[in-house]
């Protein structure tokens, strides 16, 4: 008897063995379309603390001198992702707000460059404060912006100073709110900016124009320090969040004159606090585009050598999802705050935006502001329903369901045969 109770024993522990094992906690809503833009337009984005702020521009690039002013057109939008409402942003100066890129958004705060004329280089800044409905005008110093990033008070530029200097972009920064900008110079061109707390990231040429480093720039400092070796091959798209840069990395120097298939990229991570790299995807693909907020990162790439799709990394789990097809051809940029993910796409011959809510039973959001973003409205009309997939107990609730069904039918066989 007692050989019998010690043998039902190891059996019921093995079954709960199996069923305990850890499931994840992530779970990817369906996709949503959020906006969709004129037929002519093409829609650009940046989200941040609850919003996404949408640009609808139209340029004719081809237009002629006596062009109308129909040829050029833009139009600015918020989208709140908790109330799923879009609306468009108007001021009373709506004739002067016309925009183009770059934009930029740092908590309730929207940024888009405005040049009436854009065969000149004397573009100016404006912001827009949907909390407080405040309009502003930044004083920005005469150049051409080709990149732009804010957070609280600090705006940073990439932007070429015309027409005093035609070297090549500089990088400009502000930490007073645009009313001051201090050109911080460096050799070679410098593109692909990113911010992170007093940290700027961004590709850098200085070595030649076919091999390419990545470099931070502490703000407090002005000290600046690189990233990778320039001769092993070519370093793009930096972004960061906190302390970790994510960045694309390509052997093959020779790689822009091979088709779309035949490309083997990586993506990689380094941790600046410990100087630690670590590599996220090697999908033996070309990796068009990717965006990391706090233990999310997101990228597409065209490994099933068609279309290219999205992924997400959970450095929490240090494990990949797969996130969505991409019916443009290269896809467009996604971006990632706090468990939205966002990016472009066409549909029917349209540029639209679409988003895919993260899932995380594990995230902590320690956003101290516990800003979710504002529509600029008084309006409390009831949140639009959100395309999700049915939410689902979590795995270790489901094992430890399975592991008490189990024990008990296992008593219970026992008893019977005693």
């Excluded at 650009?44 to 603390?49: H, L, N, R, Y």
């Excluded at 101290?368 to 409205?377: C, P, Q, V």
């Excluded at 689902?392 to 024990?407: D, L, N, Q, Y």
Aim: proline share 4%.
């Amino acid at each position: 008897m007692e050989e019998k109770i010690t043998e039902l024993i190891l059996i019921i522990l093995s079954l709960i063995s199996l069923c305990v094992i850890p499931a994840s906690a992530l779970e990817l809503s369906e996709e949503k379309i959020i906006f969709v833009a004129d037929d002519t337009a093409s829609p650009k984005f940046v989200i941040d603390s609850g919003n996404i702020f949408i640009l609808e521009l139209y340029f004719d690039k081809y237009a002629n001198k006596n062009r109308k002013q129909d040829d050029e057109w833009s139009r600015l939008y918020l989208y709140n992702i908790s109330t799923g409402k879009l609306t468009e942003l108007t001021f009373d100066d709506k004739a002067n707000t016309k925009g183009s890129n770059p934009i930029a958004i740092s908590g309730n705060t929207v940024y888009w460059t405005v040049n009436r004329d854009y065969r000149s280089y004397d573009a100016d800044i404006r912001s827009y404060d949907v909390a407080s409905k405040s309009y502003k005008k930044l004083s920005v110093p005469p150049s051409c912006p080709n990149e732009l990033e804010v957070q609280d008070k600090t705006i940073v530029l990439v932007a070429t100073n015309f027409p005093d200097d035609i070297d090549g972009p500089d990088i400009c920064i502000s930490t007073d709110g645009g009313e001051n900008f201090k050109r911080y110079r460096q050799p070679g061109h410098q593109e692909g900016m990113k911010m992170s707390g007093n940290i700027v990231v961004y590709k850098d040429s200085r070595s030649s124009h076919s091999s390419n480093a990545l470099n931070y720039l502490n703000i407090d400092t002005l000290e600046s320090y690189q990233i990778g070796d320039e001769t092993k091959g070519v370093y793009t798209s930096p972004d960061i969040s906190g302390s970790n840069i994510i960045y694309r990395f390509d052997p093959d120097f020779s790689s822009f004159l091979k088709g779309p298939y035949d490309v083997n990229q990586e993506l990689y991570m380094t941790d600046i606090s410990t100087n630690k790299t670590s590599l996220i995807a090697s999908p033996n693909a070309r990796i068009c585009s990717f965006a990391i907020d706090k233990d999310y990162i997101v990228w597409g790439d065209n490994r099933n050598k068609s279309n290219y799709k999205f992924y997400l990394y959970d450095l929490k789990e240090n494990k990949e999802y797969y996130v969505a097809d991409i019916n443009a051809e290269y896809g467009s940029a996604p971006q990632i705050s706090k468990n939205t993910i966002v990016w472009a796409d066409g549909v029917d011959n349209k540029g639209v935006i679409k988003i895919v809510t993260i899932r995380d039973e594990n995230y902590v959001d320690d956003d101290i502001s516990g800003n979710s973003g504002s529509d600029g409205t008084d309006d409390t009309e009831s949140p639009q329903p959100q395309q999700t997939s049915p939410q689902t107990a979590s795995g270790e609730t489901v094992c430890i369901i399975a592991s008490v069904g189990i024990a008990l039918i296992a008593w219970a066989g026992y008893r019977r045969i005693n």
